[in-house]
């Protein structure tokens, strides 16, 4: 899906969505980024998430997979200039949008509400060791170390389900980089930052680390197909749902405590049987 602003844009974003939506969900913010920031959108799917059913399992690999095609598509197929291209991730998808980071040459990178590595949010979440789920995750805070673009990082300081913590880390783990910012919200958790904070950060740091200019841009022309915004048909289907730790970001409470006590029981028997 494409979205364009009504004059010329300064800049083609490639936005990764979190975990409990998909593109049709996304629609108004898409809209709100594109006119606010004066910017091409195109926004891909995730296999199995909304349109994009079929039979390709869904994994970091898959997903990482498709993040390249959209990258591809904006750079080789429409010519964009690669130091016009900013990558935009939020939550799970802060993870394909540090591998598009981390291996292609953009503009920018935009991370909102981000994690260091999946193991560590299970271990957040749950006190259960994150490494005994393998390493087929994303892991940002390894990633950080090939991205050498200006980075934004916002998060809500009251986000129990990924701490600041963890852009702070990831902040703090670019000592490599100048031009990075972090922009941490008092009264915000991981769901409540609306759409116009959002792009009120994002508009802020293009500001500072992106100054004008009279570099000559593509025209865009797209079929107006992919302009129009699909039905919101989010399926029950999660990032997770193939792997052993089945909806790691729509765990609730309850869940969380019950895998909490058997995680304690089965170490506690281990104990006493020694």
């Not at 494409?2 to 939506?21: D, E, K, V």
């Not at 920031?37 to 898959?62: A, M």
């Not at 490494?131 to 050498?148: A, C, D, P, Q």
């Not at 570099?215 to 792997?243: A, G, H, K, W």
């Amino acid at each position: 899906m494409i979205y364009s602003p009504p004059r010329q844009a300064n800049f083609f974003m490639i936005f990764s969505h979190g975990n409990g939506c998909d593109i049709g969900t996304m629609d108004t913010f898409m809209k709100i980024l594109s006119d606010e920031l004066n910017t091409h959108i195109l926004i891909f799917e995730y296999p199995s998430y909304g349109l994009c059913q079929g039979s390709v399992d869904i994994n970091k690999t898959t997903v990482n997979n498709h993040a390249e095609r959209a990258y591809s598509f904006v750079h080789e197929t429409l010519h964009w200039p690669t130091d016009k291209i900013l990558m935009y991730g939020h939550s799970i998808g802060t993870g394909p949008a540090c591998h598009i980071a981390s291996t292609k040459p953009i503009g920018g990178l935009i991370l909102q509400s981000p994690y260091t590595s999946i193991q560590n949010v299970i271990t957040g979440l749950i006190g259960f060791p994150g490494y005994l789920f393998g390493n087929s995750y994303w892991n940002n805070l390894e990633t950080m170390k090939y991205i050498n673009c200006p980075t934004l990082f916002i998060h809500g300081e009251r986000d129990g389900l990924i701490p600041s913590e963890h852009s702070k880390t990831l902040y703090n783990s670019l000592g490599h980089i100048e031009n990075k910012q972090i922009i941490l919200l008092p009264d915000d958790d991981h769901n409540s930052i609306s759409y116009t904070m959002s792009s009120s950060c994002v508009k802020s740091f293009l500001k500072q680390f992106f100054p004008p200019s009279n570099q000559l841009l593509p025209e865009i022309n797209i079929d107006p197909e992919f302009r129009v915004p699909p039905e919101t048909i989010q399926t029950s289907s999660s990032i997770f749902s193939y792997n052993p730790f089945t909806s790691l970001f729509n765990l609730s409470t309850v869940s969380i405590n019950a895998t909490q006590s058997v995680y304690n029981s089965m170490f506690s028997n281990q104990y006493n049987n020694q």
